[in-house]
């Protein structure tokens, strides 16, 4: 299988190390209240992919009993996952800069009441439009938003996002520059934030981004979305413990789908470093499994011609905890 007719999925897990953080695991609270802040890239489109669904049934995953809040509510439809269905509240805003956050962020916090868990996905907006001469004063910016929210909640964890780039072909070089200068900000700002009974974290959405993850010049395509929310979602892991078993510490893989459409053959490659090897599923929409096959070696072929075209799910998961979910196009 040395020709590629088409990477169903890519995926890059950030390593991530207990001891980074200096605190070990525990149990997760329940029913913590997690807010999702930040501009378009939380909010999500008709046209393009918010990482909140794909967020949520990580979570779900975990068995782990939570609440997204937030003032704006999703309205597109999602499956149901696991018979639960998705839960639509967030503070994503399209536009939304870390000025119009840090102004707002005293009304939102007065009106939703307690928050144990913010995930912080903001400075695109800032950058992009004001270029690197402006990174000083979004980082300035985040630092006071993360002072209200610890002033809410002095314990609340808060994940915030070292930013993935926009599309090559708008990424100038102040702007390359902006990103860069603005992401290692962030990283210090986090050390510097996390003391006291607040933990703060930098999230990497940045090393290993393509172009190949975007539907247009700034927002995700549905493998953004699932690899933003994997890297959130394994931030998470490294605090507290998932119902199933989690690994904290991945090295960056491949794994590959193809063809995608598919409508006799779907090939597998899987690199020597995920092995344990795993379970590959397919599942309709609604999450029924369909067919389902133990992987044994690093290259598998599977026999979907007695599938109906239309799309459908394709779970690769190991032993390692790591799960990978993406769709896939019957022919």
């Known amino acids: ?22 605190i070990s695991q525990t149990t997760f609270p329940a029913n913590a209240k997690i807010m999702c802040l930040g501009d378009s890239r939380v909010e999500g489109d008709p046209t393009f992919e918010s990482y909140r669904y794909e967020f949520w049934k990580d979570l779900v995953d975990c068995n782990w009993t939570f609440d997204l809040i937030g003032e704006e509510f999703d309205p597109l439809a999602y499956p149901a996952y696991q018979g639960i269905t998705f839960d639509p509240d967030h503070q994503g805003s399209g536009g939304s800069t870390t000025s119009d956050i840090l102004t707002d962020l005293p009304f939102v916090l007065s009106s939703i009441g307690s928050i144990d868990i913010v995930l912080l996905g903001i400075g695109g907006n800032d950058l992009l439009n004001n270029g690197s001469s402006y990174v000083s004063t979004a980082i300035a910016n985040i630092n006071s938003i993360i002072d209200l929210l610890q002033i809410h909640n002095p314990n609340i964890i808060i994940l915030v996002e070292q930013i993935a780039p926009g599309m090559t072909s708008i990424m100038t070089p102040d702007a390359t520059l902006a990103v860069s200068n603005f992401n290692s900000e962030i990283q210090t700002l986090s050390t510097i ?11 990497d959405m940045n090393t290993g981004w393509q172009d190949s993850y975007l539907v247009d010049d700034t927002h995700y395509n549905s493998i953004g979305a699932e690899i933003v929310a994997t890297r959130y979602s394994n931030a998470l892991k490294t605090l507290f413990n998932c119902g199933v078993a989690f690994t904290p510490e991945i090295e960056i ?32 929409i ?12 690093n290259e598998e072929m599977i026999d979907v011609s007695k599938l109906k075209p239309g799309n459908y799910i394709a779970l690769f998961s190991n032993h390692g905890g790591m799960k990978i979910r993406k769709k896939l196009i019957i022919q």
């Open 253 to 284: 893989n491949n794994i590959e789908f193809y063809p995608n459409p598919a409508n006799s053959i779907l090939n597998i490659e899987i690199p020597h470093t995920l092995i344990p090897f795993g379970m590959f599923e397919i599942q309709d």
């Open 1 to 22: 299988m040395t020709s590629r007719l088409f990477s169903f999925f890519t995926v890059l897990v950030s390593t991530i190390i207990l001891s980074n953080y200096g």
């Open 193 to 203: 934030q996390n003391s006291g009974g607040s933990t703060v974290i930098a999230v």
């Open 286 to 297: 609604a999450g029924k499994s369909l067919l389902s096959r133990q992987i044994h070696h």
